[in-house]
């Protein structure tokens, strides 16, 4: 119950500075300027300028109102009489200077009024009188001038705190606080003038409260000091607050007047502003000493030394001062440390607190005088590295029973220093380093730390991960949050073996390392960070790991983080503290600010197995796939043949740059079967190359090099002719050499055009019959023009004039630079010179005129019938029985 108390009389006692009214959103002018909430029981009027109370928005079913920062000059007795059920109302910091007597007669359930701060000239005791469930009045800081209670507050037996009071009451008398004799109190403080003029003996005698305040300065009266701790005696309190007790001088006298406070029982002892010298405070702790109070807090003060104090060389007069707590708050002088210059008043202290006292170093007696102190708190201070610790001092020894050590808020550097002051604390565990500038790797190198250090606290630090090797090992807790790191040092997690609780918050980590071995970790904070990506390999070797705060992260959204959330929340092993909601994807683009909880990627996306298992099996059907068409299309016959197309060029190049024997120009080149040679040597060859103007015809048997490569011959024979016929029949589609022949004769027509192929099909051929690797083939046999070699010999000379117009007149651009076999050695008998003497004109007829069965083609193309395309296609490689003998050598 103290701890809830206390703050209510600090509010009470105005040791808080008042508060300022936070700005609120304007008020609808229809409904009116207050704002009505809580289904009807609360309005809110904090600081609306009003001057006067707005009753007619007010429903009759408030039960708290707040009119406060307000100008209202009174109130009267229609503005809460509709108002039944009030049981609050804050009615502080106005100009209210008067209350009707009837202003609360309506309003009996009202249990909290504030009128503090106001111009009260009066204590408004009839109007009061009918609040009999009153439980707190705060009606201090009035200008009413005297504290009289009327005998209606005796009335109010529920009333637990009280305040009254002001800057113009003057004094107390006896008979101010009668009528409350009998009430018991929680709470009560009193105001009075800043130049208190008296005080009468058992003023306050009559008051029963757990916490008691004083608010008035005895600059001009010291003795009524002497009377009020007298009331106070054979009392138990929890709180006695003492504020402004001298506020414009320092005590001058000589006179003990804290004498009083040896009869006084409270549990906390309270001086709060003022002036005080050495000597009033050497008196204020003689007698506490003896007196049965067990916390002291000196908080703005304004201390002084004394200046008739001469130093004796005489032990300290304070040598008993038996304390459980004992606060230095905001002291303006950090001479109040050794107000008497030693610091044996410290040594029975157990809970030591000097905050803002801005002292920057510790002197060397000061640590051997802490005998009793078991918890030191020395932070926002100025303390530095180079100053707390001394090496001309012997430590010793010294503080033997300190258990925790609070530094943080000052300006330590230094690592090494502070280990090297702390090793000789023997009973050290919990030290806090917080809000320093450590963790330089200059300054913190070969750091030896007392082993009983089981809790360090250092956020916002200034840590390099080199830095981490210099803290304690023997920690279960360790902060360093908000310390710049962007690495951590694995080597010092490895030796310490007993950490347990681990808080890396606000640091600039940008990866989590895999394999962090940390056998007793049990809650890790990772929050705020930098790293992208989290994986469970990062933990796997923290066995007892059961907390993680990983969120305000700037994830990248991926598998891996999907598996770890999904795996961490499945298992329940592991508890994400901050999940779902600060976790959130930062990368790809497409989910940014995306919810991690809501990134739910597909099941075969994250399985790599099951993902190897389709890339294998893709994988095989694509290779499956490319064999079947290189199987079908013979793809590895027309790489063998383009292979030795480029051979065949490039020697036939070196040859030429050799000055090797130029190529031959034939006017055709003829592509047949073996089997189809008599056909060649007799109809086709004789023909063309026995009458009036020869053509130069170019066949194997005849025309081949002897001693050159086969296929050297065939490209070079070829590329030196003008046409290439290709005589087509069944014979044709079995060999393999003409399948060679054709797929050159392609290859040439590709630079050239395709008329240079000429298609003689000897024999019927159905095209249902030939292979499917004859594709093309088929495709062009069917869709072009071609010559069709008649089998009645009438209509043989129109076929022969057909091809000739198709070669073209037999014009020589080159000759011949070797001899050669006689071109008719093996040319039999010529029998279509008659054709040709006799039908002549034939060679120009028209097309049209021509028998259907002498041309085949498509109806698509009469009108162009000589121009003949050359066929492609690709044969399967296949070993033919009927390979030419002059080939196969």
């Excluded at 910091?93 to 503090?116: C, G, Q, R, W």
């Excluded at 919990?430 to 809000?435: A, E, P, T, Y």
């Excluded at 913190?444 to 360090?456: A, F, G, M, P, Y």
């Excluded at 950490?499 to 071995?517: A, Q, R, T, V």
Aim: a positive charge; aromatic letters at 10%.
């Amino acid at each position: 119950m103290m701890w809830k108390l206390f703050p209510l009389s600090a509010l009470i006692l105005g040791a808080l500075a008042s508060p300022t009214p936070s700005p609120r959103p304007p008020a609808d002018a229809a409904e009116g300027p207050c704002r009505i909430y809580n289904s009807g029981r609360s309005a809110d009027c904090l600081g609306r300028r009003l001057d006067g109370v707005p009753r007619r928005q007010f429903p009759s079913t408030l039960e708290e109102i707040d009119l406060s920062y307000n100008k209202l000059r009174a109130v009267r007795a229609d503005d809460f009489r509709h108002l039944p059920r009030l049981r609050e109302l804050q009615l502080q910091y106005n100009n209210i200077s008067h209350i009707d007597h009837d202003a609360f007669k309506s309003n009996t359930f009202l249990e909290h009024l504030n009128v503090f701060n106001n111009s009260l000239r009066e204590i408004p005791a009839a109007a009061l009188t009918p609040l009999l469930n009153l439980k707190q009045l705060y009606m201090s800081n009035n200008l009413y001038k005297h504290a009289t209670l009327a005998d209606g507050f005796s009335q109010l037996v529920k009333l637990r705190v009280l305040t009254m009071g002001g800057p113009l009451v003057m004094g107390l008398k006896k008979e101010d606080f009668q009528p409350l004799k009998n009430t018991s109190l929680q709470g009560f403080a009193i105001k009075c003038s800043s130049n208190l003029s008296y005080y009468e003996p058992g003023s306050l005698e009559v008051i029963q409260t757990r916490q008691m305040g004083f608010d008035m300065a005895v600059d001009q009266q010291p003795n009524a000091l002497v009377h009020m701790l007298r009331d106070l005696a054979n009392k138990t309190f929890a709180v006695v607050q003492f504020r402004n007790l001298f506020e414009f001088a320092y005590y001058p006298g000589r006179e003990d007047i804290f004498q009083g406070l040896k009869a006084v029982t409270t549990h906390q002892l309270i001086f709060h502003r003022g002036k005080f010298n050495e000597n009033l405070l050497r008196m204020a702790l003689t007698n506490l000493q003896e007196a049965p109070i067990k916390k002291l807090r000196l908080q703005y003060i304004d201390f002084a030394r004394s200046p008739t104090f001469v130093d004796s060389g005489a032990g300290s007069s304070i040598t008993d001062l038996a304390l459980d707590k004992l606060d230095l708050w905001y002291i303006s002088n950090p001479d109040v440390l050794r107000f008497d210059w030693r610091f044996t008043w410290l040594n029975k202290i157990k809970n030591l607190s000097f905050q803002y006292v801005h002292f920057n170093s510790v002197p060397c007696d000061s640590w051997v005088e802490m005998k009793g102190v078991e918890f030191l708190d020395v932070s926002n201070n100025r303390l530095k590295s180079e100053f707390i610790f001394n090496r001309q001092c012997d430590y010793k020894g010294t503080v033997p029973n300190l258990l925790t050590l609070n530094m943080s808020n000052n300006d330590l550097t230094s690592l090494k220093d502070l280990s090297s002051l702390m090793r000789e604390f023997q009973q050290l565990q919990v030290l806090d380093l917080s809000n320093n500038r450590l963790g330089s790797a200059k300054d913190s190198k070969d750091c030896v730390w007392q082993q009983n250090i089981t809790r360090l606290i250092a956020h916002h630090n200034q840590f390099v991960s080199e830095a981490l090797s210099c803290l304690p090992t023997t920690v279960h807790y360790l902060d360093l949050s908000y310390c710049d790191l962007d690495q951590l040092d694995m080597t010092y997690f490895a030796k310490a073996a007993d950490l347990k609780d681990l808080l890396l918050s606000g640091n600039k980590i940008k990866f989590i390392p895999s394999k962090w071995e940390s056998p007793s970790l049990r809650s890790l904070a990772l929050d705020g960070n930098s790293f992208g990506l989290i994986s469970k390999a990062s933990f796997e070797d923290m066995p007892r790991l059961s907390r993680i705060r990983a969120g305000n992260n700037p994830y990248h959204c991926t598998c891996e983080l999907h598996t770890f959330v999904q795996d961490t929340i499945s298992k329940g092993k592991v508890n994400l503290t901050d999940w779902p909601w600060n976790y959130k994807c930062y990368h790809p683009e497409a989910f940014l600010n995306t919810a991690v909880s809501k990134y739910l990627p597909g099941h075969v996306a994250c399985d790599m197995r099951l993902v190897i298992i389709i890339c294998v099996a893709t994988t095989g059907v694509v290779i499956l796939i490319l064999v079947l068409i290189c199987y079908i299309f013979d793809l590895p016959w027309y790489t063998k043949a383009t292979y030795q197309i480029i051979r065949a060029k490039y020697r036939a190049h070196k040859e030429k740059a050799a000055g090797g024997i130029g190529a031959f120009t034939y006017h055709a080149f003829i592509s047949y079967s073996h089997s189809d040679a008599d056909w060649v040597m007799e109809q086709l060859l004789p023909c063309l190359e026995n009458n009036r103007n020869p053509y130069r015809l170019c066949i194997h048997e005849r025309d081949f090099m002897p001693g050159r490569w086969i296929i050297d011959n065939i490209i070079e024979n070829i590329e030196c002719s003008r046409k290439v016929i290709f005589v087509l029949s069944r014979n044709f589609v079995n060999s393999e050499w003409c399948n060679y022949e054709l797929y050159f004769a392609q290859q040439r027509a590709m630079g050239k055009t395709f008329s240079d192929v000429i298609l003689v099909v000897k024999e019927p051929i159905e095209l249902t019959s030939l292979p499917s690797k004859y594709c093309k083939l088929k495709k062009m046999l069917s869709t072009k023009t071609y010559l069709e070699w008649p089998q009645q010999a009438k209509q043989q000379p129109l076929f022969w004039a057909q091809l000739r117009n198709v070669l073209g007149k037999p014009t020589m651009s080159r000759k011949k630079s070797h001899s050669v076999k006689s071109r008719t050695s093996s040319v039999g008998v010529n029998f279509c010179d008659c054709a040709q003497d006799r039908m002549p004109e034939l060679a120009m007829t028209d097309v049209k005129e021509e028998p259907k069965n002498m041309i085949k083609r498509n109806d698509d193309e009469l009108s162009n019938q000589t121009q003949i395309p050359m066929v492609a296609f690709y044969p399967k490689d296949q070993t033919s029985a009927n390979i030419p003998s002059a080939l196969s050598q």
